[in-house]
């Protein structure tokens, strides 16, 4: 599943270097208003897709699920090469119309993608002279500490509770960008 991550992150990554900050700024907002009403209805989505059925995977609709996931992973890592912030909702709310439940599982997944995009999108920003190196620091500092407090305190949480705070966050990002454009 690493694959699409990648080769979608380097995709929005080149048409991040394409775009404009007008039409930047007008989008982005909208995305993660879209992924935060997703996680919103995740629960009531993921009730009518599934119903009550065992967690346990069927075999025929596994190999649908992997594709489906990878489908969902290529096209939501366009938009984390693209612009990373507000990736994890719209990956999570994606995520949760999969046969998964566990929102840490969805959690788990959505990082290790995260990863894959940020590492290969990072590498074409560098490589095309595109990062600026005064907010390096911070921006790297700021991702270890986040990183490292939300992996240890959302394993620790209940998953009603994580995707309140992830609903919340992203309602908050998407004021500030509504705000900001």
């Excluded at 612009?83 to 959690?107: C, K, P, S, V, Y």
């Excluded at 500490?145 to 705070?165: D, E, F, Q």
């Amino acid at each position: 599943l690493l694959i699409p991550c990648v080769i979608g992150g380097l995709i929005g990554a080149i048409l991040l270097k394409h775009t404009s900050n007008n039409f930047f700024s007008v989008v982005v907002p909208w995305f993660i208003v879209f992924g935060v009403g997703l996680l919103i209805l995740q629960p009531k989505l993921h009730k009518w897709l599934y119903g009550k059925t065992s967690a346990k995977f069927k075999p025929r609709r596994q190999k649908l699920t992997i594709s489906f996931i990878g489908i969902i992973l290529f096209l939501v890592s366009i938009y984390g090469g693209f612009f990373g912030a507000g990736f994890g909702i719209i990956m999570l709310a994606l995520l949760g119309l999969t046969e998964l439940r566990d929102i840490q599982q969805m959690n788990g997944l959505k990082n290790l993608g995260g990863a894959g995009i940020n590492i290969f999108a990072s590498v074409y920003f560098l490589i095309h002279k595109l990062i600026d190196w005064k907010v390096v620091p911070i921006s790297l500092i700021s991702a270890v500490i986040g990183g490292y407090l939300g992996s240890t305190y959302s394993a620790k949480l209940p998953g009603n509770t994580v995707r309140k705070i992830v609903i919340t966050a992203g309602v908050i990002v998407a004021v500030v960008l509504f705000i900001k454009s």
